[in-house]
C-alpha cells in the first residue's frame, strides 16, 4: 500500500532481547561492513538514520519499492546473524521476528522519528549523550560529517580459492565500504553545514532533557565498562514491548485517512488471494504487495523404473 515516497522505520529484535550486538570494535565494523556491502546491491534503499542497540536496531529509510527495503533488511539480518552468532559463538535463531517496518506519513512525524533513534542509549540509561553509544549508530555522521566506515569479509571468494588449492590469507578477502547517508527529504535543499547544524540542535534537545531527567529521578546512565562487560547471551530482565502504531503521523486526520486506505488494502488483497490460491493465476493484486504462494500440487507418485 505505501507509494514510492513513503518513508519507513524499520526495527527488529535479537532472539529474547539477548545481547548479541553488543558492541565493540569488531562487532561495529562487521555490521557497518554488511550495511555498506547491502547498499551497492541495493542501491536504491536510501538510509536516512539508524543505530544499533545491544539486542535490536531502529532503521530509517526508504525505496522506491517495498520489495527492495524488504530484500535489503533481509539481506542485512541474515549476514548480521551469520557473523554476529560465529562471534559470539550463537549457534540458535538469531532474531525474533521479522523485522516491523511502519510507515511516516508526515514532516513533523519523520522528525519526531529521527529524534527518536538519535536518543537511543540515553532514552534506555544507558550513557549521558547520543554520540556515547559505543555501537553503531550515526550521530558523528550526521552532526559532523564523520565516515562510517566497515570491512565485508567476501567468505565465498576465500571458500572458493581454498577449493582451488591456493592459499588463503583472510586479509585479501576484506573489502572496505563506506556508509552512505541520505539527507532527509524536508532537509535536501539546505546546505550540508545547515544539516548539520539541525542535527546538532536535536542532539543538543536530548542531551539536555536527559540531563533534566537524571537530576529529577535521581538516576546514573549504566556507562560503557558495564556495557562491554555484558554477556551477549544474556537478555534483559523484563525487555520492554508494546504493540506497533499502524503508522506514524502528527495528526489524527492522517492516521485515520491510513487506517481506512489501509483496511481497503486488506480487503482486496483478501479477495484477490483467494481466487489466486483457487487457481485464478491471472487475477489482479492490490499494487505494492507481496502474492501468496500457491498451495501443493497433489498427483499420482510416480512408480520406481
Known amino acids: ?19 548479541l550486538l553488543k558492541p565493540s570494535k569488531e562487532v561495529n565494523e562487521i555490521i557497518l561492513g554488511i550495511i555498506g556491502r547491502a547498499q551497492t546491491l541495493y542501491p536504491d534503499v536510501h538510509l536516512y538514520c539508524f543505530v544499533f542497540l545491544s539486542n535490536h536496531f531502529e532503521i530509517i529509510g526508504s ?36 523485522f516491523r517496518a511502519i510507515s511516516v506519513l508526515d ?51 576465500a571458500y572458493q580459492a581454498g577449493r582451488k588449492g591456493q592459499e588463503v590469507d583472510p586479509h585479501d578477502f576484506v573489502e572496505k565500504y563506506e556508509v552512505q ?15 548539520r547544524e539541525r542535527y546538532r540542535e536535536l542532539v543538543q534537545d536530548i542531551e539536555r532533557e536527559t540531563r533534566e531527567r537524571h537530576e529529577r529521578d535521581g538516576t546514573r546512565p549504566l556507562g560503557l565498562a558495564r556495557i ?20 506514524h503521523a502528527s495528526s489524527r486526520r492522517v492516521r485515520r485517512w491510513f487506517r481506512r486506505a489501509y483496511r481497503r488494502f486488506v480487503a482486496a488483497y483478501r479477495r484477490a488471494s483467494e481466487r489466486f490460491r483457487a487457481g485464478v493465476l491471472d487475477v489482479e493484486f492490490p499494487v505494492r504487495c507481496f502474492r501468496p504462494p500457491l498451495p501443493y500440487q497433489r498427483g499420482a507418485m510416480l512408480a520406481p523404473g
Open 1 to 19: 500500500m505505501p507509494d514510492e515516497s513513503t518513508i519507513f522505520e524499520i526495527t527488529s529484535r535479537t532472539i529474547q532481547a539477548r545481547f
Open 63 to 98: 525505496a522506491p519499492e517495498f520489495d527492495v527495503i524488504s530484500a535489503f533488511i533481509c539481506y542485512l539480518k541474515s549476514n548480521i546473524a551469520r557473523e554476529l552468532g560465529a562471534t559470539y559463538d550463537w549457534k540458535e535463531k538469531f532474531w525474533g521476528r521479522r
Open 107 to 157: 514532516e513533523p512525524a519523520l522528525l519526531g522519528r529521527v529524534r527518536y533513534v538519535l536518543e537511543h542509549g540515553c532514552k534506555e540509561n544507558l550513557v549521558d549523550r547520543p554520540g556515547d553509544w559505543p555501537g553503531v549508530q550515526c550521530v558523528a555522521a550526521l552532526t559532523e560529517g564523520a565516515p562510517l566506515i566497515g570491512y565485508w569479509y567476501d567468505r565465498t571468494a
Open 181 to 195: 547517508l541520505t539527507p532527509l527529504p524536508i532537509w535536501a535543499e539546505a546546505s550540508e553545514e545547515t544539516r
Open 228 to 247: 562491554r562487560a555484558q554477556d551477549p547471551h544474556e537478555h534483559p530482565d523484563s525487555p520492554k514491548r508494546s504493540p506497533a502504531p499502524a503508522c
